[in-house]
């Protein structure tokens, strides 16, 4: 596949961006978890940001490779360890650096037994690891060694920063940290210009960025250095390639501390109903040529949503066979008739674990375009909402609804008959203004059908 970048295309337009614990959904993560950083570009600067911006009482951060002496100053404590680490007395509050100690203006790193002893002492006392496992001698972008990077097997997430600065200049040791591994990984001759294309090859390599990541860990692909209009526009195109292989990509500036995350949001169509009031199958009326079901499937497609679940219940054999030639998941919920939050909950059991959110769709409203979907998961990217919907006019709430996954918990506890509002009173709603009142619009009876068709 060709890429194509448009270098005067700024396609990140929101201001308000995340930091990056919020970015990182660390939250999410036990305070215990052990989070390792490699590659180039920005790693020191991402850890201490991480540690100071989490506001955790105590974290813990060491380094299994060399660190610059001057950067020792950017933690509270600074503790230096031979092989008998069991004999340190942590303080009880701050970012406490525990390294090897200092030759040559670096810190040695340290060794396996003062690792897994801080790996015991952060699990014993509930504090994080931060652990940086890669050296790149202040080069934006580098390429591993053959010993390289040192990841513990036990790290819960890796983040492997890159530094877009490097993009378009010569692939040579005053740019790129071991170019000729670079150059033998992706293809690119020395001295040839770094493409946005190289460094995505580099990103996906398993001898790349993703070597020695352990299986088990979460991936991440941080897209530093990201401080101009159009190194934003590459790095987000790029992060939808990446998206693929990671768990999720940030795009941004650790500089400027405003981070756009990217992330798989899901598409659910629910569309289980039995159409009782209408007194036909709603979900095979015609709409512009196609059937319902079809065109809210194809608009769920054409918006970027991956993937798309589609709910099934009454009519499933119909309305699957409408969806047969297109790339998403058909399921059965057999328990349809006992109310909408079943077909809720069966949509949200089909997803993958580390689906971002999910925009829920209804299989009466064809009408929905796709620009309200990417408004609706591109102001996601950049803040992050629990919840956001559209706002039409000012005051009315409309459809679809995106929901972020840290409200799918309480979205699989919905009973009966009940939809996603029955979980506004339990996180911060939020309105994506916009100005078309099609969005409220849907098929209950006859007439509603005639109305909509008056809008084609």
């Known amino acids: 596949m060709v890429l194509s970048y448009n270098y005067n295309n700024n396609s990140l337009k929101i201001l308000n961006l995340m930091q990056l614990p919020h970015s990182l959904r660390l939250k999410e993560n036990p305070p215990a978890s052990s989070i390792c950083f490699t590659g180039a570009g920005g790693k020191t600067t991402a850890l201490f940001q991480l540690a100071r911006q989490s506001k955790e009482k105590l974290i813990l951060a060491t380094a299994t490779t060399h660190m610059g002496k001057w950067q020792t100053a950017l933690a509270d404590h ?16 701050g970012v406490v650096l525990i390294t090897g100690e200092i030759k040559d203006n670096r810190t040695l790193p340290i060794s396996n037994n003062t690792l897994y002893w801080l790996r015991e002492i952060s699990k014993k006392n509930n504090v994080r690891l931060l652990i940086e496992a890669d050296g790149s001698r202040q080069k934006p972008i580098k390429a591993p060694a053959e010993h390289e990077p040192p990841i ?8 492997y920063v890159a530094g877009l600065s490097g993009l378009q200049k010569p692939l040579d040791k005053d740019n790129i940290h071991r170019p000729e591994i670079f150059s033998k990984l992706t293809g690119l001759a020395l001295n040839k210009a770094v493409s946005p294309e190289k460094l995505i090859n580099y990103l996906v390599h398993p001898q790349g960025a993703l070597k020695n990541i352990p299986s088990s860990a979460k991936k991440i692909a941080l897209l530093n250095q990201a401080d101009t209009p159009q190194l934003q526009s590459i790095g987000s195109q790029m992060a939808e390639k990446l998206i693929n292989v990671y768990d ?5 500036s650790l500089q400027t501390d405003k981070l756009y995350r990217v992330e798989k949001t899901a598409g659910i169509i629910l569309a289980a109903g039995a159409s009782k009031r209408f007194g036909e199958t709603k979900q095979l009326l015609d709409w512009k040529g196609k059937t319902f079901i079809r065109q809210v499937a194809e608009t769920a497609l054409q918006a970027g949503l991956e993937p798309v679940v589609i709910v099934t219940g009454s009519h499933h054999a119909e309305v699957e066979s409408q969806l047969r030639d297109l790339p998403v998941h058909v399921i059965y919920n057999a328990a349809y008739e006992q109310g909408q939050s079943t077909s809720i909950k069966a949509g949200l059991q089909a997803l993958p674990r580390h689906a971002g ?9 064809p009408q929905i375009p796709v620009e309200v979907i990417r408004a609706l998961t591109e102001s996601h990217a950049s803040e992050g909402q629990a919840i956001l919907a559209p706002l039409v006019l000012e005051e009315r709430r409309a459809n679809p609804v995106l929901f972020d996954r840290v409200t799918f918990p309480d979205l699989m506890g919905l009973q009966g008959d009940i939809g996603g509002r029955g979980i506004f009173d339990k996180h911060r709603v939020s309105y994506l203004p916009w100005h078309d009142d099609i969005l409220l619009f849907d098929v209950d009876k006859p007439e509603d059908y005639q109305r909509l068709k008056d809008f084609q």
């Not at 513990?152 to 983040?159: K, L, N, Q, W």
């Not at 999720?248 to 941004?252: C, H, K």
């Open 248 to 252: 999720a990509v940030l795009v941004g």
């Open 357 to 365: 959110g999910a925009v829920f769709l209804l299989a009466d409203q």
């Open 78 to 93: 600074h503790i230096i360890v031979d092989q008998n680490a069991s004999s340190i007395q942590l303080p009880e509050q």
């Open 152 to 159: 513990p097997d036990f790290a819960d997430m890796v983040i």
